[in-house]
């Protein structure tokens, strides 16, 4: 299967980036973020694109993002948060090497202040940030082949666990 040699799936604010930034100069291979692809095809951030159109145009936006990378990158792949909503990103994910990033709601209150620059925790973010998580979490666990818990962890060290889970070590 061509695409990606490793994608990474998780939360807003859990280290997706770093991480991805990391494993790729670790790997030797690209980075790409589809949060970034997004915001240079639309000329503006994610949050104006939820402000401006809805979650609903954002999602279909993400979607297309997501496919085209899938489809032609082939190096380290970072997904946005709320990617792994759609069924039908859920099923190209299949069969790839997926790490769910995962963190607790404390170490996220710690990483990103859970600031209203994330349009969906503009109001109570850590309650928002759980009922997030909470239906988040079986799907972001459905399409990973390996967890790596963050919290307490330094992102070299998250992605050595990541290199070491999937054996990428000789790659």
Known sequence: MSGPLVVLVGPMGVGKSTVGQLLAAHLGVPYRDTDDDIVAAQGRTIADIFVEEGEAAFRAIEKAAVETALAGHEGVLALGGGSILDAGTRALLAGRRVVYLSMDVEEAVKR???NT?????AVNPRKQWRELME???ALYESVATTVVATDNRTPEEVARVALDSLELKDV
């Open 112 to 114: 990103t202040g859970l």
């Open 117 to 121: 620059a994330r349009p969906l925790l």
């Open 135 to 137: 239906s988040r979490r």
